[in-house]
């Protein structure tokens, strides 16, 4: 299955997660439709997006920035996937969410087809094409 664009504002987390390069999302069985989806599948217990300390619609605007949480996250996603949370959201407290969702959609649309890559496997989700870092 191929999503056109599913790039938009509505699929960054709270934690700065871009839900539209996620396996979740971009997978056809028990597609996780996002964080702010009603129907959220994968989400339903995640700590960070039930904190109750979080006022914002995204962790940086809490006044417990940058928690436990965030950091051991962070620390995961740059580990294994080569991308940061917090980088994310510096991006978007800077930047603005309409800048930062653009960014994404360049930086995570495949130079070969124009499908997505996928964070989690590294690749572009239509043509298998290996992600440029």
């Known amino acids: 299955m191929v999503v056109k664009d599913p790039f938009r ?6 934690c700065g997660m871009d839900c539209a390069i996620c396996t979740a999302y971009l997978r056809e069985k028990k597609r996780c439709e996002g964080c702010y989806s009603p129907q959220r599948i994968e989400r339903r217990h995640c700590a960070i ?16 920035y940058t928690c436990r ?6 620390k995961r996603y740059r580990t294994r996937y080569h991308m940061s949370m917090i980088g994310n ?7 603005g969410i309409r800048n930062f969702v ?9 130079s070969a087809c124009g ?5 989690h496997q590294g690749s572009c989700v239509s043509c298998g094409k290996e992600r440029e870092d």
Not at 69 to 74: A, E, H, M, P, S
Not at 102 to 110: G, I
């Open 9 to 14: 504002m509505r699929l960054i987390a709270p």
């Open 49 to 64: 997006f039930s904190c109750e300390q979080r006022s914002g619609r995204y962790c940086h605007l809490c006044p417990e």
């Open 69 to 74: 949480r965030i950091t051991q996250l962070d």
């Open 89 to 95: 959201l510096a991006v978007i407290r800077e930047n």
């Open 102 to 110: 653009k960014a994404e959609r360049e930086r995570w649309t495949c």
């Open 115 to 119: 499908g997505t890559i996928d964070v």
